[in-house]
């Protein structure tokens, strides 16, 4: 991969009024990686993507992607392209038209803005419906057209401000791996921002977790998920439980859990919900300190030995289960 298309983030803020919405966040994405910037609403996801982009001014700090500081430079000129949550498609222009939209804008001659428009059409799988209306699109298929129209300008960086957000959940996990295929194809780097953890940890190689406005934790996937660092970000991404032990505050994750009897246990509990969830049964038990802990069990286990609501049980992790959390 070409090491000199890396993006940066600088000390990047962004202020609208009094509210600081990006404080102060820095970041070196790799060139071709694919990260997510994950984080609940409001933490300054969209700001971020949209200042990356040039949508939206830089109250502090710099974007530089290969090496060039393109915080100031119109969107166009950048480098980058954006896909919009909602596709932003025009109406009353058919997919091709759409796909080529920017290069009529530049002034690029008909034949040639088609010809660039249907090889886009081609790679998202969309050859058949370039004459089509928006409004005689599935979901799945404007968000092809609008990942076309923001590829044909052959940006260096992709960003997608929750591009699955507007799809229902079975189609949202085929276009989830048809947007991994496409970042593999196409070697760019791709910054999606999504408030679902189990979408960033589908896609990402990196992710950036984001809360108030701050980057609270980033780096390899599995590397925050094994080891999150704070108990916002143990809680954030899920399957944790973040308990208080007489040492401080840990994250331990629920499949690490083991059910043994009440004198071995690190955490005497009681049963208060058993969910069934087909490969597994989720088991959640009170704990000293009116704590709730969840174990996740093997079907196997959990049957071979059942338990009940309102059972005394112990719970035990093996020592390098548990991560010791900042806070
Ligand atoms: P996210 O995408 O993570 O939900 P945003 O970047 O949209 O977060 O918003 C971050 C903060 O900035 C929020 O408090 C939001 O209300 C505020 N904000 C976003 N856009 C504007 C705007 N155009 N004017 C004023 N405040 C804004
Ligand atoms: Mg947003």
Not at 134 to 161: C, E, F, M, Y
């Amino acid at each position: 991969m070409d090491q000199k298309l890396d993006l940066e983030l600088i000390g990047l803020t962004k202020r609208y009024g009094d509210t600081v919405a990006v404080d102060m966040i820095s970041y070196h994405f790799s060139a071709g990686t694919y990260a997510c910037l994950l984080g609940p609403s409001g933490c300054g996801k969209s700001s971020t993507l949209r200042m990356i982009a040039g949508h939206e001014s830089v109250s502090d700090g710099a974007v530089t992607l290969a090496g060039r500081d393109i915080s100031h430079l119109p969107p166009a000129k950048r480098g980058t392209a954006m896909m919009f949550q909602n596709y932003a498609l025009f109406p009353h222009l058919n997919v091709r038209d759409n796909v080529s939209f920017s290069f009529k804008m530049a002034g690029v001659d008909l034949a040639t803005r088609y010809r660039q428009a249907d090889a886009m059409l081609e790679l998202v799988d969309m050859t058949e419906l370039a004459d089509r209306l928006p409004s005689q699109l599935s979901g799945g298929q404007q968000q092809r057209a609008a990942l076309a129209r923001a590829l044909i300008t052959k940006p260096d960086v992709l960003l997608l401000d929750e591009p699955l957000s507007a799809l229902d959940p079975f189609l949202r996990v085929r276009m989830r791996a048809e947007l991994k295929k496409l970042q593999r194809e196409l070697g760019i780097t791709f910054v999606h921002v999504t408030h679902g953890q189990d979408e960033a940890l589908a896609l990402a190689d990196e992710i950036v977790v984001m809360n108030d406005a701050k980057i609270e934790q980033a780096g390899q996937t599995r590397n925050v998920f094994d080891a999150p660092a704070t108990a916002f970000v143990a809680r954030f991404l899920g399957s944790h439980n973040v308990v208080s032990m007489p040492d401080g505050m840990v994250a331990v994750r629920s499949d690490a859990l083991q059910l043994t009897s009440t004198e071995a246990a690190k955490l005497p509990g009681t049963i208060t919900n058993i969910e069934y969830q087909g490969t597994h049964v989720a088991l959640t038990a009170a704990v000293p300190g009116e704590q709730e802990v969840t174990a996740l069990l093997s079907d196997k286990d959990f049957f071979g030995n059942p338990k009940e609501l309102g059972e005394a049980i112990g719970l035990n992790w093996e020592a390098e289960a548990a991560h010791a959390l900042a806070q």
